[in-house]
């Protein structure tokens, strides 16, 4: 299981991918920036807004999720869930 070392919300100034939908979103943008251990090396990756909401809504304490798979095994809810935010 990872473990989280720092969770951030930041203004991007650069385009960045999002690791749980994979959708590239523009400089600019509202995302959280997160750095992670795993086998005892440290990585770090970014999280969408929708996707945090994802993650938030409908995924339980240990759950973990691949890159790009929030979207990949959801398209209909995370696009029901964006839209609902965009409100």
Known sequence: MSEILHWEN???R???RC???GK???AGSQMVN?????????DSCYWCKTCQEYMHRY???GDETDFGEI???DPD???TLRAEMEE
């Open 14 to 16: 650069k385009p960045h």
């Open 24 to 26: 590239t979103y523009p």
């Open 10 to 12: 930041w203004t991007t």
């Open 71 to 73: 979207f990949a095994n």
């Open 19 to 21: 690791f749980g939908c």
């Open 59 to 61: 995924f339980e304490y």
């Open 77 to 79: 809810g995370w696009n």
């Open 34 to 42: 997160a750095a992670y251990e795993d086998d005892g090396s440290v």
